[in-house]
């Protein structure tokens, strides 16, 4: 059984740090994109950063390039989300995902409806 675990959520204060977590487990997801979501209520899940299999390709969405970095260790079938300088407006709950296909592939999906496992998700919660 395929699962993938965020961790490193909660409380923060604006302008403070968090890393984010997924562990996966279940299947290997070496060489294949992973990526970072989020939804907040009432709003559609979208895209907030995303990894080639490799790691050599990254995309970030406008409200948090700069401000995060996406890393991977293939090694341990993990995913991380470093964000920085948070901000309200980062409330939400962010989701880990992986996708069964584009295995060392250069291209690199940032729909949701292209990733095929999700977590459970992990609430950040931004205060001013």
């Known amino acids: 059984q395929v699962q993938l675990v965020e961790s490193g959520g909660g409380l923060v204060q604006a302008g403070g740090s968090l890393t984010l977590s997924c562990a996966a487990s279940?299947?290997?997801?070496?060489?294949?994109?992973m990526a970072w979501f989020r939804q907040a209520p009432g709003k559609e899940r979208n895209i907030v950063a995303a990894i080639t299999g490799g790691g050599s390709r990254t995309y970030y969405a406008d409200f948090v390039k700069v401000r995060s970095t996406i890393s991977r260790d293939n090694a341990k079938n993990t995913v991380l989300l470093q964000m920085n300088s948070l901000r309200p407006e980062d409330t939400a709950v962010y989701y880990c995902?992986?996708?069964?296909?584009?295995?060392?592939?250069?291209?690199?999906?940032?729909?949701?409806?292209?990733?095929?496992?999700w977590g459970q998700g992990t609430q950040v919660t931004v205060s001013s």
């Open positions: 995902a992986a996708d069964r296909e584009n295995y060392y592939s250069p291209y690199l999906p940032v729909g949701p409806y292209e990733y095929d496992y």
């Open positions: 279940g299947r290997s997801f070496s060489g294949y994109p």
